[in-house]
């Protein structure tokens, strides 16, 4: 059977809806809730949180003997105010794994208790070239050398207090969302890229009318950038998950912008060899453009569920991003054949 056709308006609109409401770890209440709202939009989705914030949607199947999950994730990278400054800025520590440097210069918010945001710019403290010359580019960056500039008028530790700001305020880096000619650049493609392209096969089903071959679960990740994101939200039942976050592309990598990836190793080994043939079988079968890779630097939510004892077999497929955990880059052809495999998987 041919696949039903993938909505990429819809698919572009809400990746653009995700990325511009702010979900550091933690702090991803907003977007859960934006993700729940675009899941009510299909009537027979369950749909229930978990204690730590997750989202669960369970879509009936025509079998029910062998249930299905696919999770993704929605929180991002970021960080968190760990000092208020004499001089009233903002030293930060971060939030998942990344280099300073890749954030240098990006515009912030800051997200206070009382529910008030507070703008600002992530710099060097040494930022200026008239005035500290040679060092700006000589001055290695880390979490001393990093500090949040508000938007406020403030010089002071006080006069920052006074704006609201906290020790243990959440700090979400801006997007920086472009799209141009099927490219999407833009922060934090990983893993909200993913999130649409899911939401994206729920819509391709539901406008042809389908049903998924067995009962799924679609998992909504809200801690996956710390390394237990997936590790609890399953039912005891469950037979496979599919992961699906972004394939990391660059030097050395069959990943690229335009293929979906089946990831069949990462740092933490080798994914279940079962479900990654039948992925691959499925992707062969409907010419889905796919590459298979091995990630040297790379966990999964998958393996988070595995590390807490999930007794299932578990596979990644995602589409590639270019400069991961940086200034990301995908293309829409990753994402709709991310899609697109979905869609095979939900009806085979
Ligand atoms: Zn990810």
Redesign the pocket.
Known sequence: MSLPPIDTDYLLQFLTDLLNTPSPTGFAHQVIARVEQALSGFPGLQVTHTRKGALVATWAGKASGSPRALT??VDTLGAMVKEIKSSGRLKLTKIGGFAWNTVEGEGCTVFTRTGESVRGSLLLTKASGHVHGGQVNETKRDDDTMEVRLDARTASADETRALGVEVGDFVAFDPRLVVTDGFVRSRHL??KA?VACLLAAVKALYDANLQPAQTTILHISNY??VGHGAASGFPPDLAELVTV??AAVGEGQTSDEFHASLCVKDSGGPYHHGLSQKLRSLAEEHAIPYKVDIYPYYG??GEAYWRAGGDVAVALI?PGVDA?HSYERTHLEALVATTQWVVAYLLS
Do not use: L, P, T
Request: charged share 45%; hydrophobic share 15%; net charge negative.
């Open positions: 993704a994730h990983d893993d993913c996956e950038e976050d972004m999964s939510d995602g991961s």
